[in-house]
């Protein structure tokens, strides 16, 4: 009877070498959004015609819409409502 196999050593590192390259090198942390339904299902649709994830698609629209946003003083704002008083 063998003591240790070096199969296994060999399976486990061949199965951790497997996983996806890091595309970035900032920590990550997960964040959970509500979106509607319809937007979910589009979502899923284009990152499975890209062969992208979800989250990669997320991640870039977000990120690029935040480098679009123009500087709050330069935005126009909505007048804020008057508090209803109680009678």
């Known amino acids: 009877m063998r003591a240790v196999s070096t199969t296994a050593e060999v399976l ?7 996983g996806r ?3 970035y090198d ?3 942390i997960a ?3 509500r979106l509607p339904v319809s937007l979910r299902d589009r979502l899923d ?3 499975t015609q890209r062969e992208v994830s979800i989250n990669y698609l997320v991640v870039r629209a977000v990120s690029d819409y935040l480098r ?3 500087p709050p003083d330069t935005l126009e704002r909505a007048p804020r409502r008057a ?3 109680a009678p």
Not at 12 to 18: D, E, N, R
């Open 12 to 18: 486990f590192t061949t199965v951790t070498a497997m």
């Open 21 to 23: 390259p890091r595309i």
């Open 26 to 28: 900032e920590p990550r």
């Open 31 to 33: 964040t959970a959004v």
């Open 45 to 47: 649709t284009v990152a």
């Open 68 to 70: 679009r946003l123009p």
């Open 83 to 85: 508090a209803k008083v």
